[in-house]
């Protein structure tokens, strides 16, 4: 009988990280042999087909398959799949600290509340696999046993594709500006991404150093209105109207990569990060990474990109405007992401979580 390697989650969301990396492993686990299917509580529309509803996999469930437990929120399919007789992996993406969320979506926040507690629970019934070092840390800080570190399946065929896209002409043909400096995020406007943090850096760059110049903040606010709201305000406050542009979620096939292909330099003030695919991508398509070196960001980055320790405005933008007008540092920074970039190739991200799962595949 074929063996089967099956996954279990909350939400199958479209778009980001984890939903991508969920059906890339279910890609490579299908290749390998396997009988593999995605099961959640829900999923995108743009994904019908993709999953089946999570109370499904009774009639699947076998005490030798193998579960992957994608751990990133709370949900009822968190429990159900610890007492499964199967053997059940809990593959860690990293838990959001709620009190970023308090203020803007008290739901939300309480959701990550639970999840963090439940993870604390877990710990013990399951063997556990980490997304990144840092998330590695974490479950050792919860008191489980971490067998592998597994980072994403890191592809840019889809972003790479779009960049010819008619979305990303019409992309060009809205944003793109000649002669403009651009700030570039790829993002949510979440709380922890600290985007005021951003705006401020942005707004000393811009009045004191370079009028020509803009700050794109592409993604979506969906869930924390209220915190978008006072980023407009904000911006409003600091009169850079129309230097910050709320650009929206772009998907990789909307033509993402034309936002990469025409900013300057990508510059991120999150503190909180489990890995941070964007700062990947922006790697890949050679724009120099300017971070606060928070929570998975370093482990993500290694020696490459530049690392702010300190967020104070003036640093920041100074930082940024070397990029801009010292060649010999830019081709440095960015030869040194080309390097750092190795080590995200796809075939040895599918060699890491197969040699992961090796042991529980034996009879």
């Known amino acids: 009988m074929t063996r089967q390697i099956h996954q279990l989650l909350p939400t199958l969301a479209y778009g980001d990280a984890i939903g991508n990396h969920v059906l890339e492993l279910r890609k490579l686990f299908r290749e390998q042999g396997y009988e593999s299917e995605i099961f959640a509580e829900r999923w995108h529309p743009k994904l019908e087909g993709m999953a089946r509803s999570f109370r499904e996999y009774d009639r699947v469930s076998r005490p030798d398959n193998v579960v992957l437990l994608h751990y990133s929120t709370g949900g009822e399919v968190n429990d159900y799949a610890m007492h499964l007789p199967d053997r059940v992996l809990l593959y860690y993406h990293n838990i959001t600290p709620p009190h970023f969320f308090y203020r803007v979506n008290g739901e939300f926040a309480r959701r990550l ?10 710990a013990g ?7 990144s070092e840092y998330n590695a840390k974490e479950l050792d800080g919860f008191g489980f046993q971490v067998v592998g570190v597994a980072p994403y399946v890191v592809r840019f065929e889809g972003l790479d594709a779009g960049l010819h896209s008619p979305g990303a002409e019409r992309i060009r043909q809205r944003f793109a500006r000649e002669g403009s400096f651009d700030w570039l995020y790829v993002g949510r406007y979440a709380p922890n991404k600290c985007l005021p943090d951003l705006i401020r850096a942005f707004y000393y760059y811009h009045t004191w150093i370079n009028q020509d110049s803009r700050l794109l903040l592409v993604g979506t606010g969906d869930g924390v209105e209220l915190h978008v709201n006072e980023l407009y305000r904000l911006v409003s406050a600091l009169g850079l109207d129309g230097a910050v542009v709320f650009a929206g979620h772009h998907s990789a096939e909307e033509g ?15 503190e909180h990060e489990g890995f941070c695919i964007p700062l990947v991508e922006a790697m890949h398509y050679d724009l120099p990474v300017v971070a606060y070196a928070a929570t998975g960001v370093p482990y993500t980055m290694g020696d490459a990109g530049v690392l702010i320790r300190r967020k104070e405005p003036a640093l ?7 990029m801009g007008v010292n060649d010999g540092l830019r081709h440095q920074v960015v030869a040194g992401q080309r390097r750092r970039l190795r080590a995200f190739a796809p075939e040895d991200a599918r060699s890491q979580i197969l040699a992961v799962l090796e042991p529980y595949l034996k009879d």
């Open 256 to 270: 993402l990569a034309a936002f990469y292909d025409m900013a300057d330099v990508y510059v991120s003030m999150s």
């Open 113 to 122: 509340m639970e999840a963090r507690q439940s993870l604390s629970n877990l």
């Open 125 to 131: 019934q399951a063997p556990a696999i980490a997304a």
């Open 316 to 322: 920041i933008a100074e930082t940024v405007h070397e």
